[in-house]
């Protein structure tokens, strides 16, 4: 069974997952008001294609410095991630240049860029190349590099070689995840080095990341946030760690919650 065959609840317990972190049977059948074997079904479906991992009594994110697949992360969240998208594209002029790096909330930018006149979008990412493959206004540019099938993306040396061909107006950014103290994080050295790489090279930086991303852990450091000009995202946690960080840091913060879409 492949992502495009999960169920509805299914999904929406990924989106739990990546959001509030390990969820319980117990919990998890009440919530849906099913048996506790429907959801154990469930969860066996969603570890048995990677996308979560069991322990004694409920579910988690896949082990820590592993990213889930970029169909999961898509369908994670998709309605914050489309806002934020929206709120990115109103941002960017026509004529500009502009990186696009890894993630799937990257994707969702590119898509929400298909109307725009006169841009350059240079990108690692095939799902922007292909969001993108229908907008002939648009001159898009793909690095070469080695192809990471589970990421749909490009990196290594050829590709970060790329990219420093160009001085873009705009790179917009993902994380694989946020931290008060170091910054933007990534689960590998090369998604490292293409967001350090994208950063370097360009006049302005976007980071579209929703509020799940404060909840994950990953292990590489990207940048810290004054390297970032400002920050879209759906809503900040509850505690005050994250705005302070950003606030001292300089970082503008756009809030994309339903209430400002």
């Keep these: 069974m492949g992502q495009d065959m999960l169920s509805s609840r299914q999904r929406d317990i990924l989106a739990l997952i990546e959001a509030e972190g390990a969820q319980y049977i117990e919990q998890l059948a009440s919530r849906y ?3 506790t074997q429907t959801v154990r079904r469930d969860i066996n479906a969603l570890c048995d294609l990677g996308y979560a991992r069991r322990f004694h009594g409920g579910v988690d994110a896949p082990v820590e410095g592993r990213n889930i697949s ?12 489309r806002r934020i998208a929206t709120r990115i594209a109103e941002a960017i002029e026509p004529g500009s240049t502009v990186f696009m ?19 350059r979008i240079v990108t690692n990412n095939i799902d922007v190349a292909l969001a993108l493959s229908n907008a002939p206004q648009i001159e898009v540019h793909i690095t070469g590099g080695l192809f990471r ?8 040396a050829d590709s970060l070689q790329f ?19 170091k910054g933007v994080l990534d689960f590998s050295y090369s998604e490292a ?4 790489t994208l950063i370097a090279n360009s006049r302005v930086q976007f980071l579209a990341a929703d509020v799940s991303k404060w909840s994950r852990d990953a292990s590489v450091r990207v940048v810290p946030f004054n ?35």
């Excluded at 970029?70 to 991630?81: D, H, M, T, Y």
């Excluded at 790096?101 to 841009?119: C, K, P, W």
């Excluded at 995202?233 to 879409?261: H, N, R, S, W």
């Design 227 to 261: 390297r970032i000009t400002a920050f879209f995202t759906d809503k900040l946690p509850d505690d005050d760690l994250a705005g302070a960080a950003l606030a001292a840091a300089g970082t503008e913060v756009v809030l994309c919650g339903e209430d400002t879409a």
């Design 33 to 35: 008001q099913v048996t």
């Design 70 to 81: 970029i169909n999961a992360r898509a369908a994670l969240n998709s309605a914050a991630k």
């Design 193 to 196: 080095q293409t967001t350090s």
């Design 163 to 181: 990219f420093e061909k160009f001085y873009a107006t705009h790179a917009v950014i993902g994380a694989g995840a946020l931290n008060p103290e």
């Design 101 to 119: 790096g890894i993630g799937s909330t990257v994707q969702f930018v590119a898509e929400a860029l298909r109307d725009h006149n006169g841009l």
């Design 149 to 156: 099938h589970n990421d749909r993306d490009v990196v290594g």
